[in-house]
T-cell receptor, first 118, second 120 residues
Framework: AQKITQTQPGMFVQEKEAVTLDCTYD???????LFWYKQPSSGEMIFLIY??????QNATEGRYSLNFQKARKSANLVISASQLGDSAMYFC???????????????FGTGTQLKVEL | DSGVTQTPKHLITATGQRVTLRCSPR?????VYWYQQSLDQGLQFLIQ???????AKGNILERFSAQQFPDLHSELNLSSLELGDSALYFC???????????????????FGPGTRLTVL
């Protein structure tokens, strides 16, 4: 089974509208972290937002918020007031297990290409 | 700017050759991770080093090797290159500490700009 599933290969949104990018995950660990990264056409990977498995509140960072539904194993990214500069590929990623100095690799989904239109 | 630097930005080489990709982590980060991004495989974890020691290995080919030096910079060596090795190679770094409660509790990985490798 895929550990991270992003079912929307592409999304369109109008400028100033909100958009939700879906992400579901699969893990048997109790402790894990979920991340969203943005990859513009220039190629770099930009960290956007983090949600820990024990966090009771949904994470927010400026126009980004994470809709964390633990029972459903979903961690959807919500971008409010979309801007043209938000056009990019968005990746959901998971780190499983505790931060103990051991291997803390990220497992990535296949990404969602977001296009913001005027 | 994430604070992670990678050189070179672009690399074009021929099949059978060997290349070295270099990464300098953010100041204070002890962990370095290498990832490969290709069209068919997506983003895949290759290997992690923590303070000079290998900590985790992913889908890294035997033709590939890496190391982390005392100054914490890391190098990824790719040898006997094949056409299929063409990809974007990312280095990422994080604080990661052995002591719970210190450093960054999220252990967020910050990515460098990547090295685009083209094998002809």
């Amino acid at each position: 089974a895929q550990k991270i599933t992003q079912t929307q290969p592409g999304m369109f949104v109008q400028e100033k509208e909100a958009v939700t990018l879906d992400c579901t995950y699969d893990t048997s660990d109790q402790s894990y972290g979920l991340f969203w990264y943005k990859q513009p056409s220039s190629g770099e990977m930009i960290f956007l937002i983090y949600q820990g498995s024990y966090d009771e509140q949904n994470a927010t960072e400026g126009r980004y918020s994470l809709n964390f539904q633990k029972a459903r194993k979903s961690a959807n990214l919500v971008i409010s007031a979309s801007q043209l500069g938000d056009s990019a590929m968005y990746f959901c990623a998971m780190r499983e297990g505790r931060i103990t100095g051991g291997g803390n690799k990220l497992t990535f989904g296949t990404g969602t290409q977001l296009k913001v239109e005027l | 700017d994430s604070g992670v630097t990678q050189t070179p930005k672009h690399l074009i080489t021929a099949t059978g050759q060997r290349v070295t990709l270099r990464c300098s982590p953010r100041s204070g980060d002890l962990s370095v991770y290498w990832y490969q991004q290709s069209l068919d495989q997506g983003l895949q974890f290759l290997i992690q080093y923590y303070n000079g020691e290998e900590r985790a290995k992913g889908n890294i080919l035997e033709r590939f090797s890496a190391q982390q030096f005392p100054d914490l910079h890391s190098e990824l060596n790719l040898s006997s290159l094949e056409l299929g090795d063409s990809a974007l190679y990312f280095c990422a770094s994080s604080v990661q500490s052995d002591h719970l409660g210190t450093g960054d509790p999220t252990d967020t990985q910050y990515f460098g700009p990547g090295t685009r490798l083209t094998v002809l």
